[in-house]
């Protein structure tokens, strides 16, 4: 697979999650200037091993997180802090599982570790950006990148 | 005959999806019992009388697959329906899940699929859902 296809891939697996996990209307065609300046609220990383090893970030920017998790939650109070970094996890483990299977193939089984949360843009990320994509909504923005540390598909 | 459900998940958040997916679906349920990795939740199986377990795959300490094959193994729940809800989706991890005559939904579910997977996995008929 080329980079635009990892990051095609990547963007059918961000947007499969926003609207199925998080009840939003992705929107991958709004201006992304707009984007850039809103501050990373929340970010999680999920590592996996397979046919390739490396890990998929999540961030999320804007003020967002506290809404998503409410409504994933389909409570009416404003969601906790130990649940918005729950459904930060929640986001970036889907996101993967779903990514795996288009970028290595239906057959390929992954260990996938549990996802790492970090508040603000505190990741520490490793490996080869091997794609990216960026998908806005009402109150922010999502970018989801695949960093490699092992051999990738041709 | 109302249902005893046990939830096995380290996402406190979506157990808490599953659970309001099951409240809101209208099927009888009676208890439901909740563990954060699979083996509180293995524990929790043989402990209580539990009618249909749900189960993530990736989790720490136990990961689902491996609780499944111990079910299994226990002549106590061996017969227990169970259903795999996880975004491992691989299609040789699925053959396995279904050697091991487990039901499967993947992450993200909607409510129907959850409920669907339910009623077949405890042998009843959704379509009057």
């Given at each position: ?53 490396g ?31 729950d ?22 089984v992954f260990?996938v570790?549990?996802?790492e ?22 109150s ?15 | ?12 958040v ?11 679906s209208?099927?009888p ?5 909740e ?6 939740g ?15 795959i990736n ?26 809800v ?39 008929d959704?379509?009057d859902?």
């Amino acid at each position: 697979m080329m980079t635009s296809d990892w990051d095609q891939a990547l963007r059918t697996a961000l947007c499969r999650t926003l609207e199925e996990l998080c009840f939003l209307a992705p929107d991958v065609d709004a201006p992304s200037q707009r984007w850039d300046e809103l501050p990373v609220e929340a970010c999680a990383k999920v590592g996996f091993r397979g046919a390739m090893v490396g890990q998929l970030t999540i961030r999320l920017r804007g003020h967002a997180l506290a809404d998503i998790t409410r409504d994933m939650l389909g409570a009416a109070e404003t969601a906790a802090k130990a649940d918005q970094s729950d459904c930060m996890a929640e986001i970036a483990n889907v996101t993967c599982g779903t990514a795996l299977p288009l970028l290595a193939g239906p057959r390929e089984v992954f260990d996938v570790a549990p996802p790492e949360v970090f508040w603000g843009d505190d990741a520490h990320l490793t490996g080869e950006l091997a794609g990216r994509a960026r998908v806005g909504f009402d109150s922010g923005c999502a970018e989801v990148a695949v960093y490699l540390t092992g051999p990738r598909q041709p | 005959m109302a249902l005893n459900v046990l939830v096995v998940d380290d996402s406190a958040v979506m157990r808490k999806m599953i659970v309001r997916a099951l409240e809101l679906s209208g099927l009888p349920v009676a208890r439901v019992f909740e563990a954060a990795n699979g083996a509180t939740g293995l524990a929790s199986a043989i402990e209580h009388p539990i009618d249909l377990a749900l189960l993530d795959i990736n989790m720490p300490e136990m990961n689902g697959l491996a609780v499944l094959a111990e079910l299994r193994k226990n002549p106590k729940t061996s017969e227990l329906p169970v259903v795999m809800v996880s975004t491992e989706g691989s299609e040789q991890r699925m053959e396995m899940i279904r050697e091991c005559g487990a039901g499967f939904v993947r992450k993200p579910f909607t409510p129907e699929l959850l409920v669907s997977a339910v009623v077949n996995a405890v042998g009843g008929d959704d379509d009057d859902e």
